[in-house]
């Protein structure tokens, strides 16, 4: 039985394919919405899609971006010789909040899960091993997070690396299990990656 209109149970629906946003939740912000001045509605609706229109992968570390390369890759006082690997753009801007790395990073857009089927060629490995062909590394940190797949990630990641003579280091595990990384303080964050491993 339908309880609302089509429109409103359209709206329903797609809100509620989003992350995190079950059937209440879309409802609410459904009638947010539609409660919304037009203006408003217009403006979340644009910004919608200018962001899918217009954000794009960084050419060298594959953070979502509106230009070639992100501000990070473009910037010649970042230290290019020192490569952090993460999960996603969410860690980057984790790790870019506490304002003490200066190095550069590479995006996976994932993590190893035998349990989901998501295998190396699935996330943006060969990326990075192509980058450290062709610029000047003297390490790689592995920031993934400390779940089963962060570290099963991490060991594939180190095991590839490593006869490349490049040294290859791991955030230190001040971060809970199964933590994601966007949900840490900085200082925690900071502390990983101070106290940070030789693999
Ligand atoms: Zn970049």
Known sequence: ?????????????????????????????????ID?????????????????????????????????????????????HVIMVVENPRDL??????QKYDGVYHVLHGVISPMLGIGPQDIRLKELMQRL??????EVIIATGSSLEGETTAMYISKLIKPAGIKVTR??????????LENIDEVTLLRALEGRVEL
């Open 36 to 80: 919304s001045p037009m203006e408003n509605v217009n403006r979340l609706a644009d910004a919608i899609r200018d962001a899918r229109a217009n954000v794009c992968y960084c050419k060298k570390c594959l953070t979502i971006t509106d230009s070639e390369l992100c501000p990070i890759c473009a910037d010649e006082k970042r230290n290019h």
């Open 93 to 98: 801007a984790a790790y870019e909040k506490t």
């Open 1 to 33: 039985m339908e309880y609302y209109s089509k429109q409103i149970s359209t709206l329903i629906e797609e809100l509620a394919h989003l992350p995190g946003i079950g059937q209440k939740t879309a409802a609410r912000l459904a009638f947010h919405i």
């Open 133 to 138: 062909q062709t610029e000047a590394v003297d």
């Open 171 to 180: 955030i230190a595990s001040g971060v809970p299990v199964g933590g994601d």
